[in-house]
């Protein structure tokens, strides 16, 4: 198994690692229910199924 000649220091190791972050996911707002989801997802509201603003799967009522 190959093993590094020589030691890489911590500032090179965090320099490279510098990339590695973490990012704060895109959110919208239905026009129709007022809902914060995330874009291109299918999101619930009061037991109704939503896409793209229209209902998919409607709550059913209690009888």
């Known amino acids: 198994m190959p093993h590094p000649k020589r ?8 320099k490279r690692r510098t990339h590695y972050k973490a990012v704060a996911p895109s959110l919208t707002t239905c026009q129709t229910t007022g ?11 009061d037991g109704n199924l939503y896409y793209n603003g229209k209902v998919l799967i409607e709550k059913a ?3």
């Open 7 to 14: 030691k890489i220091s911590k500032s090179r190791r965090d």
């Open 35 to 45: 809902a914060i989801h995330l874009p291109h997802r299918a999101y619930t509201v």
């Open 61 to 63: 009522a209690v009888a």
